[in-house]
């Protein structure tokens, strides 16, 4: 890649960035961090169980609600933290030479591993797919290996096809879009015969490392996939606190910055403005998966044993078949009769069902890991490989951002709505609370909507939650709270969670309609989350939380003029504390309500990406 | 193209794989050269005679040749050995792909028993 050819993209100025190592995986660390969250749920039930008796009785309905907000909250924070138990990364094995060292029944005729690249594309750019295209094909190897990189054009476009050729990259396409993505990639696997086979979407580039440093794991014959991090390369680092202080304050800001630093790890200011960073969930939460085989599939950057995936779907492909002939020969008493009748509607239905090698689902990836990991017959294992091997672009406005998001959250409650894990025979205990824990996260608006409510009902209605915001209820609440941030700190060591946090939060409305979307079993929509962005300003998107603030401020104004300056202790620290919650909620909301008013960068010169 | 004997008997369809395994190789070709000549038909009969192993992609390829068959069709499978009717049973296709212990028990009785050879 010459510089020439990549000038007019937005992200040229990121090219020669390097991802950062993950920090290594520390057993005192894990230590520390468990004896804190033991000692914040500890806190947490102390609290709980004293907040349950000081119901306010003037609004016993009000209080009651707010309490089981709190209690649902609590039970996040705790399965949250189990979910985050101990970080084990996987054991580095050599790259395997031949096909058998991967294989559990070797082949009469050992021969060198063959792999297929599959970049999936719709709509983007060519010249963007052909960045892909080009560093799929620079992948290195230390044996003999057959390496194919496949374009899937769902669009059709002849001028992928040419840029497939120029590449010397094979491409493939089909005549409808039936299934989307995962559609599109049954197609590619069926047209082709890689013995593992490597996912990108079609901003995903890999690094040459990327085969070498993964196939080891493909050494145990149960390991289904390999899933890398998602590094989004293009977004802001932001500035480090003591340059960003010394900016401000010179020697004496500088100093005060590293100070802050020791105490809680590296911190940037202003990074990350779009919330869509997805470090903490790969450093922290898919990490601490691996160690009892809970890592999903994320997609693009996973490595695929095909054999796993195709026997997944061929049993998936079963039990829909016998789902929906079960009954109807369920009724036919005389044993050959029902034989028969069993037969012929079998061959019927699988005329009709597809057979999808990833489910045809908005969250395929993750429907498709449960799949697999629940198979008991088998005990498929997945592996997340901590360290970073490709990269590609962050959603680019805060429209995209929620398309995403939308998507996530419904395919995740719809999950669970068919297929809930917690009923699944084939998963472990532990693999039932790391899908648990994820699930769970969604149902967030059905505590965070209360509680940002709370305030408005003090502000408005002087009614409180609790019988008094004395000194009682912060030496409960305090210590909790305390504890709860600093096993968060310790777990996600050098890993920013501010903002990730300030965007669940955000996506409280969000994750509402999706909730609502799922139990009105609406059919979701399947949107390509646009990586190229127009530049869209999204204030429909932010409205909600205009409202909520605007609420605020004139609530707060109201109450103030209410609460006169020499009022009981009591009244002026229900006053404090209301404002205090609302302020922390404004916080919370500013960096997304500014990503709603941020026209964002365009893709560059109009040239390139037409 | 798929090597592979295609026999004509009765109105079915007989197909004779002459490769070991019917693996993720051999299954974009099995589906390329299996699958028009399947279209529409009401029996089409693999005979594993040849054959040692399958794997799901194999399998997978079976089902896209099924899925051309005519309303009604069938598609049956002779001479599977243990392994491959492991694999039936593992994937819950027995179901599926009723097999028979060899071709001439999975063609449809009748006096006419003149095979046509159509390529080879």
Known sequence: ?610 | MLEARFEEIRGALVVTPLVRRLDAEAAPRLRQTVGPLAAGRSLVVISLAHVDAVDCSGLAALVTVLKRLAPGGELRLAAANGSVRALLAATHLDELFPVFPEVAGALPSACDDTGTALAT
């Open chain 1, 1 to 610: 890649m010459t510089d020439q050819e990549v000038q007019g993209w937005y992200f040229t100025r990121f090219e020669e960035r390097v991802p950062a190592e993950p920090v290594p995986a520390s057993a005192a660390r894990d230590f520390v961090f468990q004896a804190l969250a033991v000692l914040a749920g500890t806190l947490g039930v102390r609290y709980l169980a004293w907040r349950w008796t000081v119901l306010n009785p003037d609004a016993v309905a009000f209080s009651i609600v707010v309490a089981a907000a709190e209690t649902l909250a609590f039970a996040g924070a705790a399965l949250f933290f189990l979910s985050l138990w101990r970080t084990e990364d996987p054991p580095a094995r050599p790259a395997p030479a031949t096909v058998n060292e991967i294989r559990d029944v070797p082949l009469p005729a050992d021969r060198p591993l063959r792999v297929d690249v599959l970049i999936t594309t719709y709509g983007e750019p060519v010249e963007l797919v052909r960045l892909s295209v080009r560093d799929a094909l620079k992948l290195t190897y230390p044996h003999p290996i057959t390496l194919r990189v496949h374009v899937l054009d769902d669009g059709r476009r002849p001028a992928v096809q040419a840029m497939a050729r120029e590449e010397g990259a094979a491409y493939l396409t089909r005549a409808t879009n039936l299934g989307y993505k995962a559609g599109n990639l049954a197609n590619g696997l069926e047209q082709t015969d890689g013995d593992l086979v490597v996912v990108c979407d079609a901003d995903t580039r890999p690094f040459p490392r990327l085969l070498e440093d993964t196939l080891g794991h493909f050494r145990d014959p149960r390991v289904a996939w390999v899933q890398t991090p998602q590094w989004f390369y293009d977004v802001d680092p932001g500035t480090r606190l003591p340059d960003w202080l010394a900016a401000r304050a010179g020697r004496a800001g500088r100093a005060l910055g590293r100070c802050a630093e020791a105490l809680v790890g590296p911190v940037a200011v202003g990074a990350d403005p779009l919330g869509c960073d997805p470090q903490a969930f790969y450093d922290v939460v898919q990490r601490c998966r691996n160690w009892c085989n809970a890592a999903f599939c994320c997609g693009a950057g996973s490595i695929h044993r095909r054999e796993a995936v195709m026997e997944a779907a061929l049993k998936g492909f079963a039990a829909r078949i016998s789902a929906e002939t079960a009954p109807f020969t369920a009724r036919v008493p005389d044993p050959a009769l029902r034989a028969d009748l069993a037969a012929a509607l079998t061959a019927q239905a699988a005329r009709r069902i597809e057979l999808t090698p990833f489910k045809f689902h908005v969250s395929e990836d993750i429907y498709t890991s449960l799949t697999i990991h629940a198979d008991a017959d088998r005990r498929w294992r997945s592996v997340y490989h901590p360290r970073v091997l490709t990269r590609m672009l962050s959603p680019q406005d805060l429209t995209a951002w929620s398309i995403q998001r939308f998507k996530y959250a419904c395919g995740t409650l719809d999950i669970a709505w068919r297929d809930n894990p917690l009923r699944l025979r084939g998963l472990s205990p532990w693999q039932k609370l790391m899908y648990g824990a994820t699930i769970y996260a969604y149902l967030a608006p059905l505590w965070t909507v209360p509680l940002l409510l709370a305030p408005l009902a003090y502000f408005f209605a002087g009614v409180t939650p609790v019988r008094s915001f004395d000194i009682t209820f912060f030496a409960h609440f305090v210590p909790f709270l305390v504890a709860t941030r600093l096993a968060v700190l310790v777990r996600a060591w050098s890993v920013p969670t501010w903002r990730s946090e300030q965007f669940h939060l955000s996506a409280f409305w969000l994750h509402l309609r999706a909730l609502a979307h799922v139990v009105a079993r609406r059919h979701i929509h399947f949107v390509v989350t646009p990586k190229i962005a127009p530049g869209r300003r999204s204030l429909a998107l932010v409205s909600p939380h205009l409202v909520l603030l605007a609420a605020t401020a004139v609530g707060i104004a109201y109450r103030a003029s209410l609460v006169s300056s020499d009022a009981p202790e009591a009244v002026s620290a229900a006053f404090v504390s209301n404002v205090f919650w609302s302020l922390h909620n404004a916080l919370c909301f500013a960096p997304f309500i500014a990503a709603a008013f941020t026209v964002r960068r365009r893709m560059g010169a109009e040239g390139v990406a037409s």
